[in-house]
């Protein structure tokens, strides 16, 4: 199952979305994670799941553009402005180096913007 956590508003989506057929729980991406965005536990989304797995904490899925933003330079000019928008080729290239997606050896990770 795919599962969103995140929002939307007036300038983008801001969705993690966690494929739970590949997530095993192994906690990599907590650790790896320098804004306490991630956790693992029992599923938010799906309470009948046995494993625990990788969700957005729910504080941090109500501001993962801010919480994100260090991570995301590519977004962001040196005066801390955002930029215009990378390519889609850059963008995805630029996500796939995100230490939360990064570490994720099961490719479970994926960010929307
Ligand atoms: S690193 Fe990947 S497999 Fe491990 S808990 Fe995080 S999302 Fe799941
Ligand atoms: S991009 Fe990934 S590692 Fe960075 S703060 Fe967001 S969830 Fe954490």
């Not at 795919?2 to 739970?20: E, P, V």
């Not at 590949?22 to 799941?49: H, N, S």
């Amino acid at each position: 199952m795919m599962a969103n956590w995140g929002y939307q508003d007036g300038s983008g989506k801001y969705f993690i979305t966690i494929d739970t057929d590949k997530c095993d729980g192994c906690g990599a991406c907590v650790e790896a994670c320098p804004q306490g965005v991630l956790e693992v536990g029992e599923d938010p989304a799906d309470p009948l799941r046995d494993e625990p797995v990788a969700f957005a904490g729910e504080e941090q899925r109500k501001k993962l553009k801010f919480a994100c933003s260090p991570c995301k330079t590519y977004l962001t000019s040196v005066d801390g402005a955002e930029s215009s928008m990378p390519t889609p080729e850059l963008l995805a290239e630029e996500r796939q180096k995100l230490p939360c997606v990064a570490v994720c050896d099961k490719a479970a990770i994926t960010h929307s913007w």
